[in-house]
C-alpha cells in the first residue's frame, strides 16, 4: 500500500468540500506544531458542544503532521486521550503537538487542545509507527 495525499484529508485537506481544511505551522527547532480551529454547529455531539472525537480526530492529526514535517512517514498505531473540559461551538482553541521520542520502530508525540483563557480541553499521547514498505522478490508491497 502506497501512501499517497489527494488533498481529500478531513483535517487538512484543501479539496475536501466537507473537511476543517486545518493550516498547521511546524516549529522544526522546537520539533513542535500548532493550529487553530473553531468548531461550527456542524462539528456539535450535544446540542452546542463539540463532539469529543472530532477533538480527537485533530489531536491525531497534528501528531502525525508533526512527524511528516519533520521528514518521516508513520501512521498512528494508539493514541490515549483525556478529554477535560466541554469545548462549546464557536470557541476557538489551539492545538500544539511536540515530538516526545524517535526510534526506529516507533515515534512517540503529545498533543494538547487549550482555549484562549488557558483552560486545556483535551490532551493525547500517541505511539506512531514509522511507515517503511517492505517488498517481496516480485516487487510487490508488503504491509
Not at 501512501?3 to 485537506?13: K, S, T
Not at 498547521?24 to 500548532?34: E, G, I, N, P, V
Not at 501512521?75 to 478529554?83: K, N, P, Y
Not at 487549550?114 to 514498505?133: C, H, M, Q, T, Y
Request: glycine share 8%.
Amino acid at each position: 500500500m502506497d501512501l499517497q495525499d489527494d488533498h481529500y484529508c478531513f483535517v487538512c485537506g484543501k479539496k475536501n468540500p466537507i473537511g476543517l481544511r486545518l493550516d498547521f505551522y511546524l516549529d522544526k527547532d522546537a520539533k513542535s506544531m500548532t493550529t487553530e480551529f473553531t468548531p461550527s454547529k456542524i462539528h456539535q455531539g450535544y446540542k452546542d458542544i463539540v463532539h469529543g472525537g472530532l477533538i480527537s480526530t485533530v489531536l491525531d492529526e497534528i501528531m502525525v503532521k508533526l512527524v511528516i514535517g519533520l521528514g518521516m512517514i508513520a501512521v498512528t498505531a494508539s493514541m490515549e486521550i483525556r478529554l477535560r473540559k466541554p469545548l462549546v461551538v464557536g470557541e476557538r482553541i489551539t492545538v500544539s503537538a511536540r515530538l516526545l521520542s524517535k526510534s526506529k520502530r516507533l515515534i512517540e508525540a503529545e498533543a494538547k487542545a487549550v482555549k484562549d483563557n488557558g483552560s486545556v480541553v483535551a490532551e493525547a499521547r500517541g505511539k506512531l509507527i514509522p511507515w517503511v514498505e517492505k517488498r517481496d522478490s516480485s516487487g510487490q508491497v508488503k504491509i
